[in-house]
């Protein structure tokens, strides 16, 4: 995998973590000062995710030499 693209996996992943504690602290009751915000930073995570998904699999399709742009 591309330096680049392990790099952005590990931003990732860490980001899904801080995620998921928040979401954890809401559900033991934990108020938050931050919720506008944060409903707008799922919006961009949930986007990250998709896109993610999409260059991992561009990289496949360039790494088997495909040339997917000329018909």
């Known amino acids: 995998m591309h330096l680049w693209l392990e790099n952005a996996e590990n931003s990732l992943i ?3 973590k801080a995620h998921m504690n928040v979401i954890v602290k809401e559900v033991q009751g934990i108020q938050l000062d931050y919720k506008v915000m944060f409903l707008n ?3 961009q995570l949930l986007i990250t995710q998709v896109l993610r998904i999409l260059v991992k699999e561009f990289v496949k399709l360039w790494k088997r030499g495909n040339n997917i742009w000329q018909m």
Do not use: G, I, N
């Open 41 to 43: 930073v799922e919006d």
């Open 14 to 16: 860490k980001t899904e």
